[in-house]
């Protein structure tokens, strides 16, 4: 697990200094010295470049658990859905397109190989998805209070959760035609944890399936 350790961090640090270089690029190059708060790096698909870098100063190996897991779920998901709608992936700049992409493609693989690693080394549990979860719900409480705090500043949707902005998110702008931006919102968040569900479930299959057998050995 040390080489995983190692991996994750030198691999967070890397996508820290890609993200800062979109930053400046965004800021000085598209955006003429003007930084667009809409570029903020505090998406879902911008939590494993933060909790990349912090995974090896995790002292407990419990805490350990609980970010591999967000990552073959929540994680893996926002690489997987990003692919139904790239509009939002497409920059003025081409080298921030193909940035974007690699990024999320990154995210998948990224995700992939949490969940071995998590599948070889410990027993899934429901509490370790729940506690995913809870992290997830962290996350949208600082994506909500960066959205209320730098509003008066400039357009910032952190999560798609800003009230302020229509939910665009593909097949829950339909909810929002229907039922109202709310909803729609509610809906999103919703559907989020039920795909990080989902995909924790086709863990938890393959682990009984393929990882019947292997000795749970890994101490970290």
Known sequence: ?????????????????????????LTFVAGGGHYDWWYFPFQLCSIP??????????????????????FMTYSLLGGIAV???????????AVL????????????????FSGIILLRNARLSIRLFLYASLL???????????????????DINMF??????????????????HFGNFAGIAGYLTGTVLG?????????????TWFRNTAFLSKE
């Open 1 to 25: 697990m040390k080489k995983a350790e190692s991996f994750f961090f030198y691999l967070g640090c890397a996508m820290l200094a890609s993200e800062i270089i979109k930053q400046l690029l």
């Open 49 to 70: 470049m933060y909790l990349l870098t912090l995974y090896r100063y995790l002292k407990s190996s419990y805490a350990r658990q609980i970010v591999l897991t967000f």
């Open 83 to 93: 692919f139904f709608d790239t509009s939002g992936m497409h920059y003025s700049l």
């Open 97 to 112: 397109t193909v940035h974007s992409y690699l990024w999320h493609v990154l995210l998948i693989a990224v995700g992939a």
């Open 136 to 154: 997830y719900g962290v996350c949208c409480l600082i994506a909500s209070f960066l959205n209320w705090s730098i509003s008066p500043f400039g």
């Open 160 to 177: 798609y959760i800003n009230p302020v902005f229509r939910m665009n998110q593909v097949f829950f702008r339909r909810i929002t035609d």
């Open 196 to 208: 990080a569900s989902v995909l924790y479930l086709l863990w938890n299959t393959v682990q009984r």
